[in-house]
């Protein structure tokens, strides 16, 4: 079991995520991206009529069945995988820059517990973070026609322009965001 607690090295865990490529078009000429989902789970669940959501949802129904893996995998890692109180792996740098200008000192969950906990849902930043950074994914996803796994995994691999002029873009919006933006919100 130490094997799957540990963090896979880059040249395992990269090729297994670029194999899935090959993989879906090979299984029945499918595309790798998530963003679609909630399209698909819109048009089978709510019927309107709204030009967007009248499709054949049913054709892409492999992809509601891709979702909820991803959603059951997560729930069994975080149930029964998880290690109690360990620290997540950070660059020592950035933990004491954490501790010392954003009061932030535990680093045993995903998220920031002094920024994400449920103490903190009264807190301006907290609502920032979650409701116009969860907007400002959902939008960019839409605009830029896909998300991030879908642009760069699928998009690249099959050397499609748009895909690497929108992989281009996040990159340079993360940087942005993480030098400025996020440092900013931490200090309100």
Known sequence: MEWIYAPWPWYIAGPLIGLTVPALYL??????????????LCA???PSKVPFFQYDWKKESWNLLFAAGIV???????????????????????????SANYEI??????????????????????????????FLVGFGTRYAGGCTSGHAITGLSTLQWPSLVATITFMIAGIFASWLIVPFLLSL
């Open 27 to 40: 299984a029945g000429n499918k595309s790798f991206g998530i963003s679609s989902t909630l399209r698909h």
């Open 105 to 134: 000192t535990n680093f045993t969950a995903l998220l920031p517990v002094e920024v994400f906990g449920i103490q903190h849902l009264g807190e301006l930043r907290t609502w920032i973070f979650s409701l116009f950074g969860g």
């Open 72 to 98: 059951i995998g997560a729930f069994i890692a975080a149930t029964w995988f998880r290690l109690p109180d360990v620290e997540i792996q950070l660059n020592p740098e950035l933990k004491q820059n954490l």
């Open 44 to 46: 089978a669940c709510i």
